[in-house]
């Protein structure tokens, strides 16, 4: 059985200073080097995903590169933020699920290593400020 590496990490959008955050992010995901990656709170409009994706693609040189796939809520408007994957390995299948509640979505991917066909699934979950109090 083959082994990947999965990793995940709320982006937060913009909030936080991002233009600081970024090489910190690019500097943690180049020194752990994960097969696959569930981004959560992707800034759609600023392209969040795309541009980790190229700041750590030119880091590594002959490693195969991270392709990313996105995901945003279905409705009638169009999502500013939605969800990303980043994976170094084969996508063979990928699938966006609405959750239909809170506007969530799920991507369902599924990846083949050494034809061994398994799937990962990236989601955000809505927290409701009354949760702190449960």
Known sequence: MP?????TLNLFNRM???ELRLPLVVD?????MPDVIGFQEVDL??????????????RLADEPHYRLK???????????????TLARIECVEHEILDLMTFDRMAQRMVYAVDGVRF?????????PPEAVDE
């Open 3 to 7: 082994r990947i590496k999965v990793a």
């Open 16 to 18: 936080g200073d991002w």
């Open 28 to 32: 943690q995901l180049v020194e752990l």
């Open 45 to 58: 409009m600023i392209d969040q995903g795309i541009e980790v994706s190229r700041a750590v693609n030119k």
């Open 70 to 84: 996105h995901a945003a809520t279905p409705g009638l408007r169009a999502s500013i933020f939605g969800i990303g």
């Open 119 to 127: 799937a990962v699934v990236n989601t955000h979950l809505h927290h």
